[in-house]
């Protein structure tokens, strides 16, 4: 930093914040610390009664805090997003649509190892509406070394560090089970809920059928729905290992490709998730999702709707935050709930 005239500062960056007091009327910040001297900032500023000025010294060897913060930018956006005006050295990114968030976390936890640099996302995997934020990034002094921006790029590689995938419209078919059901023993009260959280992103509901404990009945309402045109599949009730519940098995039975039959998510430890040979999700849900406000199912869905295939090892790592708190009031997601990497 340096002491300079006023009358010379166009071009540097000012060190400090300035403040103009109109005695009775205002007091404000008239010009930012890292603001960038202007030629028509100069009459106003030797009204201010700054003959001179603390700056930065920039050289070719520096970057801005602004054109540091337009690299960051630059690494991060991807498709279905764009950046606000830059202020202050920060941009932001805004989503352009309703889907999945994802962030590569290796890649930007070793731009966060990087010292004066900071890129802050939403968690990865995080369902998002159109305009919503997405991350911030700015360096943390006024001027940086260029050659720590290069580390930066170097660093990130070619392709964005995160990525928003939009929803697609999903032609659902849910095949409802249980005897007492069936039966007319019970009303069927968990069909609604599925079908409430399916609307909500936009789903169709292709065709449900409503079957007894036959296992076989359950494998055959599966390819029928499949036959009719359904592009993703769910199976509720007789999830839980007792002999006399049958939905695994006739998911099974189907053929489809057993990604995990359990999940290391409370509630919805006896998740199953499914593929058919072309790549149809077929799901099992657990009773939980009737009446818990927020569980496994509500982890996969968003990815599922937006045709991200979920495997083995991203349920795995769901164990990490996985452990819903059962809040009186739920906030998901909104909350810790599934935030495991």
């Known amino acids: 930093m340096k ?29 930012r610390k890292g603001h960038i001297v202007q030629e028509e900032d100069i009459p106003v500023l030797l009204s201010l009664g700054k003959d001179n000025l603390y700056v930065w010294e920039k050289d070719e060897n520096t970057l801005h805090e602004n054109e540091a913060a337009q690299i960051l930018c630059d690494v991060c956006m991807n498709e279905n997003m764009h950046p606000t005006a830059v202020k202050e050295g920060k941009i ?24 004066e640099i900071m890129i802050a996302t939403r968690h990865t ?16 002094p006024l001027v940086i070394a260029k050659e720590k921006m290069d580390l930066v790029k170097k660093t990130a590689g070619d392709q964005p560090l995160v990525s928003l995938t939009p ?15 069936f039966y007319g023993r019970i009303k069927d009260t968990f069909t609604p809920v599925v079908i409430n959280k399916l609307e909500s992103y936009g ?5 449900h059928i409503l079957c007894n404990d036959d296992m076989e009945k359950i494998t055959k309402a599966i390819l029928k729905l499949k036959e009719e045109g359904a592009d993703m599949i769910i199976c509720t009730g007789g999830m839980s290992v007792d002999p006399d519940d049958k939905t695994p098995g006739a998911i099974k039975n189907t053929g489809a490709r057993i990604v995990s039959y359990g999940a290391p998510v409370l509630p919805g430890a006896m998740f199953l998730l499914s593929y058919l040979e072309d790549g149809t999700p077929v799901m099992g849900l657990p009773g939980c999702v009737m009446y818990a406000k927020a569980t496994v199912f ?31 009031e739920c906030h998901y997601p909104n909350c810790s709930f599934g935030k495991g990497v």
């Open 3 to 31: 002491c300079i005239k006023t009358t010379d500062a166009v071009g540097h960056v000012l060190c400090h914040d300035i403040t103009r007091i109109v005695k009775d009327v205002v007091k404000d910040t008239a010009f």
């Open 92 to 115: 932001e990114l805004i989503a352009d649509c309703d889907g999945v968030f994802q962030v590569d976390v290796p890649r930007l936890d070793a731009i966060n190892e990087i010292d």
């Open 125 to 140: 995997n995080f369902p998002v509406k159109k305009d919503d934020r997405l991350l911030g990034t700015r360096v943390i």
């Open 167 to 181: 929803y697609k419209k999903r032609k659902v078919g849910i095949v409802t089970t249980g005897n007492e059901v």
């Open 203 to 207: 789903a169709e509901i292709h065709g």
């Open 298 to 328: 509500d982890l996969v869905l968003p990815r599922i709707i937006a045709g991200i295939e979920v495997t083995k090892k991203d349920l795995a790592h769901m164990g990490n935050g996985g452990f819903c708190l059962g809040c009186k």
